[in-house]
C-alpha cells in the first residue's frame, strides 16, 4: 500500500510538539509495512540534514526548501484574501510541484494529511482515499490569542481566525475523513457540521524515553518547560511569575522555578532578573531538569490540543499541576493523576501541596506514570489510527461505482 504523507514540519528529529505526532505515524506506517513518500519542508540547511535522517522509517521523503522572510512575505500578501494568511507561511512552490509529480508518475493508495496548513497541496486530488489529520483546531487558537492581545492586535487575530475557520470547514468537505488529536478537539470539528467522517486519536509518548531513575529530586525546585519563542507559553510563564510566584516565595523563601525551553524571548530572558527564576534557553536534554523537580508546573491559559510535556513529565514520573484548559488535551483524572488548578491561588496551594508533602508526590508520581502507560502510549494511539485508515479505505471503495465485472 503506498501512502503519500504530508505535514508542516519535516517531522525529524522528533523534539517538538509538531514534529512528534507526524513521525510516530510514519514511523508506524512503516514498520506495518507501508510504502510511505514523506513531504514537508525545510526552513534551513540544518534542518534539511538533521531532517534526512528519516530515511530509515519511511521509503522515501521530499522537501520544499523555504527561507523565512519569503514566508512571512507570503503572509502579508493574504492579509487582504479570504485565505488565511498562516496557510502562505508554509506554502512553497517547490514542494508543490514535488507534491503534483508524485501525483501524476506513481499510484496512491491513500494520502494522509497532518495539520490544515498544508491540506491545500492536495484538497483538489481526487480518485484517492485523504485524510485530513487537524490535530488541534488551529482557528480556534488565534481567536484565542485575541484575547490575550491590544487591540489592533486583537483585531489582526480575530480576522485570522475567522478566516481559517472557514478554511477548516472547507478541507474538512474535501476529504473523505477528518480527525483530531483529543476528543474536546473532535467535538469542536464535529461541530462543524461539514458533513465529513470524523474521528480522534491521542498522542502518545515514549515511556521508555521518558522514564523515572532514582527518584532523587529537589524538594525546592519546580519547572517549566516549552518552547519559548511559542506565545502561549510566554504567557503562561509571565503571568505565572507575575502573580503566583511571589505567593510561593512568601510561603517558601528557598523555592526555584526553572524555565526550560529553546530560543526565549528578550521579555522570557528578563524573568531569570526575578529572585529564584532561571531561564535556561535551549538545552540539550530537559529530562535531567524534569526529573530533578519536586514537580513541573503548566497552568497555561491558552491550550489546544495535548501538552506533550505533561505527557512526559508523568511519564519520567513527576507530578504536573496544570490548567483546566491543558487538561482537557490530557486523558488523566484530576486529583487522582494530576493537579489541575485556576486561579493564583488555587496553583500556589497545588504546588505547596507537593512541594510540602513527599507522600502526596510519590503518589501522584506513581499514578501519572500508570496513565501514560495505560492510556497515552503509542502503541495504542497507533491502533486507534489503524483502524480509522481501514475506515476510511472501506467507506472509500463503497462509494466506487461497480464495474461490470464486479456485478455478476
Known amino acids: 500500500m503506498n501512502v503519500l504523507y504530508l505535514c508542516h514540519r519535516f517531522p525529524y528529529p522528533p523534539k517538538r510538539g509538531g514534529k512528534i505526532r507526524p513521525f510516530n505515524m510514519i514511523r508506524h506506517l512503516h514498520e506495518a509495512g507501508l510504502r510511505v513518500t514523506v513531504c514537508s519542508l525545510a526552513r534551513s540547511v540544518a534542518e534539511a540534514e538533521e531532517g534526512a535522517g528519516i530515511a530509515p522509517h519511511c521509503t522515501a521523503f521530499e522537501m520544499g526548501h523555504v527561507r523565512e522572510p519569503l514566508q512571512y512575505a507570503r503572509m502579508v500578501a493574504r492579509l487582504p484574501l479570504v485565505t488565511p494568511s498562516s496557510m502562505g507561511y508554509f506554502h512553497s512552490p517547490e514542494l508543490a510541484r514535488k507534491v503534483r509529480h508524485l501525483l501524476a508518475t506513481q499510484r496512491w493508495d491513500l494520502i494522509f494529511v497532518h495539520c490544515s496548513s498544508v491540506a491545500p497541496y492536495v484538497e483538489h486530488v481526487t480518485g484517492v482515499p485523504k485524510i485530513l489529520d487537524f490535530g488541534d483546531m488551529d482557528s480556534q ?55 465529513a467522517a470524523t474521528d480522534w486519536f491521542p498522542n502518545g509518548v515514549d515511556a521508555n524515553f521518558f522514564s523515572p531513575t532514582d527518584g532523587a529530586y529537589d524538594a525546592d525546585t519546580i519547572s517549566f518547560i516549552g518552547r519559548m519563542d511559542y506565545y502561549p507559553n510566554q504567557e503562561c510563564m509571565a503571568r505565572f511569575c507575575k502573580d503566583v510566584w511571589p505567593l510561593l516565595k512568601q510561603r517558601r523563601p528557598a523555592l526555584k522555578l526553572l524555565v526550560v525551553g529553546a530560543d526565549p524571548s528578550p521579555e522570557m530572558r528578563a524573568l531569570g532578573r526575578i529572585p529564584g527564576v532561571t531561564v535556561t534557553g535551549s538545552v540539550r536534554d530537559v529530562r535531567p531538569y524534569i526529573r530533578g523537580s519536586a514537580l513541573m508546573v503548566a497552568p497555561l491559559a491558552i491550550a489546544r490540543g495535548t501538552q506533550n510535556k505533561i505527557l512526559e513529565a508523568m511519564a519520567m514520573g513527576v507530578p504536573v499541576v496544570t490548567s483546566p484548559a491543558a487538561a482537557g488535551g490530557v486523558d488523566a483524572e484530576a486529583e487522582r493523576h494530576f493537579l489541575v488548578a485556576d486561579s493564583p491561588d488555587e496553583i500556589a496551594r497545588a504546588v505547596l501541596r507537593i512541594v510540602e508533602n513527599p507522600s502526596e508526590r510519590a503518589r501522584l508520581a506513581v499514578a501519572g506514570r500508570d496513565r501514560m502507560l495505560t492510556n497515552h502510549a503509542w502503541p495504542r494511539s497507533m491502533q486507534r489510527l489503524d483502524a480509522i485508515i481501514e475506515r476510511c479505505r472501506q467507506s472509500y471503495a463503497a462509494r466506487q461505482p461497480q464495474t461490470l465485472g464486479n456485478t455478476a
Do not use: H, I, V
Open 141 to 195: 487558537k488565534w481567536l484565542e490569542y485575541a484575547n490575550y492581545k491590544p487591540f489592533p492586535l486583537s483585531l489582526g487575530y480575530t480576522l485570522e481566525g475567522t478566516k481559517m475557520l472557514w478554511a477548516e470547514k472547507r478541507l474538512a468537505r474535501r476529504f473523505d475523513l477528518c480527525t483530531a488529536t483529543t476528543r474536546a478537539e473532535w467535538q469542536t470539528l464535529d461541530g462543524y457540521a461539514t458533513g
